[in-house]
């Protein structure tokens, strides 16, 4: 903006009014003077940013108002046509301000009412063509609302059929017995068959120095199987190298994971191919949840043996522990984690998965660098 000498005053952009008279002393007295001036008329400039009007000295009044200073706000108008005048342009600057704001706001209803009606013309869309595939293919076409009804119940019975094989705690379909059934290859679904890795789990839960694995079992086992799971557990904790928890929980014939525990359940399965399996979570090659499942499709009615060596085989899968051997037609080694068709000779943990597990758990391994970067482990195997 430019910058111009002497009085300076914010006005409406329309000019002094003419007069016939001297109207100096008027308009000195306006501008913060004494009305009495002498020599250079008024002249006026505008700033195209501000409509400033600057006018030049009258006098030597050094006193004034306004002498050097700058106001900002707009100056009165000279008589009330220029009032009047000011007014009809600030009203029609409103009314044109209120007419935008107004069509801003029919824009925008405008644009949700559309957005209302697509949304719902889409959802009548959806309806209609469900209705119509229900229709023609749920119901067979109906052709009175007798017809419609009789549809709608067969599908009624579809789900409820469809939800009974779902339900893994109805024990109506399962076997009688293990009469003929080959029980050693009732392993061979298991996800362990052929490979003997050994995981531990999470270092969190294992203390060399003080017992081994600390490590929780919770008991959602329905009522039919807490001796077998008594019994199992009693038979593992013979090992000094597991230091184990039990906690009864609430059935849960689905066996939902838990992360840091083995949960042990029961639920019908089916018709699997597998008694019992184990799921180990593995996260970076260490256990960190485990699950072992009973399936109630063989073992409802099983006898006691059969149920109490699957009952072990599965939980000492859950700490980390291999096959001993895979063949179910050779002579029993003596534990419960060797197949068999005869669990009578294979219903403890042996000597040979207790000496594996003070191998995983027992065992204190202390890694050091040379100077020259070799990586020396020591391995200390813990004696009680």
């Excluded at 007419?99 to 029919?106: E, K, L, M, P, T």
């Excluded at 700490?319 to 984690?337: I, K, M, S, V």
Aim: some cysteine.
């Amino acid at each position: 903006m430019a910058s111009y000498g002497g009085n300076i005053s914010v006005a409406p952009t329309d000019a002094w009014p003419s007069s016939s008279y001297d109207d100096r002393a008027d308009r000195g007295r306006v501008n913060g003077g004494d009305g009495y001036h002498h020599g250079h008329q008024p002249h006026q400039t505008v700033d195209s940013d501000f409509d400033v009007y600057t006018s030049g000295p009258y006098g030597s009044n050094e006193n004034s108002a306004v002498a050097g200073g700058i106001a900002r706000g707009p100056a009165p108008p000279a008589n009330k046509k220029d009032k009047k005048s000011s007014q009809t342009a600030t009203n029609a600057t409103k009314k044109k301000k209120s007419g935008a704001v107004a069509s801003r706001n029919d824009a925008e209803k405008y644009d949700r009412d559309t957005r209302r009606m697509a949304k719902a013309l889409f959802t009548l869309t959806v309806l209609s063509v469900a209705g119509f595939l229900t229709w023609k293919y749920g119901l067979d076409e109906p052709q009175s609302w007798g017809e419609t009804q009789e549809g709608f119940k067969d599908i009624w019975e579809a789900a409820g059929d469809q939800w009974k094989e779902w339900d893994l705690g109805n024990f109506t379909d399962v076997l009688d017995g293990l009469d003929g059934v080959e029980f050693g290859d009732l392993f061979g679904g298991d996800p362990k068959l052929g490979d003997n890795t050994t995981y531990l789990w999470d270092n969190d839960f294992i203390d060399s120095d003080n017992g081994g694995l600390h490590l929780t079992l919770q008991n959602a086992l329905d009522d039919t199987w807490q001796t077998e799971f008594g019994t199992a557990v009693a038979d593992w904790q013979e090992s000094e190298a597991l230091q184990l928890t039990t906690e009864r929980v609430a059935v849960d014939y689905n066996c939902g994971r838990v992360d840091g525990v083995m949960v042990v359940c029961n639920a019908n399965f089916g018709e699997t191919g597998w008694v019992g399996i184990n799921e180990n979570s593995i996260v970076n090659n260490v256990i960190v949840s485990s699950v072992a499942k009973m399936n109630e499709y063989y073992l409802r009615n099983a006898d006691f043996d059969h149920r109490r060596l699957t009952m072990c085989h599965e939980i000492g899968h859950g700490f980390g522990l291999p096959h001993t051997d895979e063949n179910p037609h050779n002579a029993n080694l003596g534990n419960c984690l060797d197949y068999t068709d005869n669990p009578s000779t294979n219903l403890l943990p042996g000597d040979v998965n207790m000496a594996k597990l003070r191998e995983m758990y027992l065992t204190r391994r202390l890694r050091r660098v040379e100077e020259d970067g070799t990586v020396v482990e020591t391995t200390q195997l813990i004696r009680r």
